[in-house]
């Protein structure tokens, strides 16, 4: 348990966070507080997670994003040619009017699929990005 706490004050887009009150409202939560702390927690981990992501690794990365969002399609895909040595194959849907789903197969050092990942995640108009590997075991 934490014992001091902090207040802080933050600005969000409303769509965010009526989205994020909506999860909060169906999981139970009793304040946006608590879920905001939750999330916290979760980002932490995940990021720590991301760390051990070491060696020769082989994985996927998986992003939503908005397809209407100015110049992101061909960032994403310069980014790709960028890191073309460690992306095997790319499968992209075309989830609905404007939203995209794209599978990236990844192999290479772990520290350079982290980098691939975070550079598609620190996009404008991308939602989520989520990196997945193994270890190769030689
Ligand atoms: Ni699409």
Known sequence: MDDDL??????????????FDEIL????YSSRSEGIR?????????????????GEREGVITMVYDHDQRGLLMTITDVQHEFHDIIKASLHSHVTQNRCLEVIL?????AQLKTLAERLMSQ?????????TIAIDS
């Open 6 to 19: 902090s207040r802080i004050g933050i600005s969000l887009p409303k769509n965010l966070l009526d989205r």
């Open 25 to 28: 409202n169906f999981r139970g």
């Open 38 to 54: 939750d999330a916290i927690r979760t980002y932490i981990t995940y990021y720590k997670w991301m760390a051990d992501v070491k």
């Open 106 to 110: 990844v192999h290479g050092d772990g």
């Open 124 to 132: 404008k108009g991308v939602e989520s990005v989520k990196l997945t």
